[in-house]
């Protein structure tokens, strides 16, 4: 504490109080996860780096915050990690199991936007090589951590890249390119030259996403609540989304040879089957 008069120390104290507040709004993504879990979780009043946690605006932080980016174009979101991986990733499984049905046995898959790993995981079995890649670093080091403690499966693998860094490198050739629940918080102007992308260096593309045009119901309210708490980017992603007709609009902009939709029992999604362009 510094010394001095009554005045220095109220000084002092208005300073301390000013860099509080910003605090919060510096904090990374990770930061701001370990605050909301420890404010949700525990009995005590959270603290970031000493200061008092407003619920309310710590909540209106994160919808706020923008996605980092990391000098190597990696991304981070509040939520990648265990977060994801415990509480999100579940909830796809209904998708992920018709890709599954959708993909020949013994196949080489590129799974875009990989998560933490759940669905490369589904598919080691069933597939003879399956490479998992997502932006975001905390997702990969979890789905690495999940790797190991499921006894490393030698045809299956990780690494944390955007699909362009990925492909300018890439020594492997896959019949199929997967990209599920990540079109929708793609910037608008880069969804349809991702999918090209992805379609010119494999046999077969498979999406999923949401559904469109969307049901007036209680799951479909209930995804309109999960992807406006997902951060104002994402949010605008989505809605940008749902207004272009979703992946049949994102499939006519790209000018590809759609095969069909897959069956799916998930009443909100929609799984699409569609010509590549490679090999």
């Known amino acids: 504490m510094l010394g001095g008069s009554e005045g220095s120390r109220a000084e002092y104290r208005e300073q301390r109080v ?26 005590e009043r959270a603290r970031v780096r000493g200061a008092r946690l407003d619920p309310h605006r710590a909540i209106c932080d994160v919808w706020t915050m923008q996605r980092t980016t990391h000098r190597d174009g990696g991304k981070e ?25 959708g993909i020949p046995p013994g196949s080489t898959v590129l799974d875009v936007g990989c998560g933490t790993g759940r669905l490369v995981f589904q598919l080691a079995d069933h597939c003879g090589m399956v490479q998992g890649i997502d932006p975001s670093h905390r997702n990969i080091r979890r789905a690495q951590v999940l790797h190991r403690r499921r006894g490393h499966r030698a045809n299956i693998s990780f690494e ?12 492997e050739t896959f019949d199929v390119g997967v990209v599920s629940y990540v079109l ?45 708490l997902a951060g104002r980017e994402h ?27 897959l069956a799916c029992s998930q009443p909100t999604a929609q799984v699409f089957h569609v010509a590549g362009l490679g090999g």
């Open 18 to 43: 000013a860099w509080d507040q910003n605090a919060w709004r510096r904090a990374t993504p990770f930061e701001h996860t370990k605050s909301l879990d420890h404010l949700l979780h525990s009995g």
């Open 77 to 101: 979101h509040w939520y990648d990690g265990a977060f994801f991986d415990l509480c999100i990733a579940p909830n796809q499984d209904a998708v992920f199991a018709a890709i599954r049905a």
């Open 160 to 171: 944390s890249a955007s699909l362009e860094h990925y492909l300018t490198q890439a020594r």
């Open 184 to 228: 929708h918080e793609v910037d608008e102007g880069a969804r349809a030259p991702m999918v090209r992308l992805l379609a010119g260096s494999v046999r077969t593309v498979i999406l999923a996403d949401y559904r469109v045009p969307r049901r007036r119901g209680l799951m479909d309210a209930a995804t309109e609540v999960v992807e406006f």
């Open 235 to 261: 949010y605008r992603g989505f809605r940008s989304f749902v207004r272009r007709d979703g992946l049949p609009g994102l499939v006519r902009e790209t000018g590809l040879l759609l095969h069909g939709e």
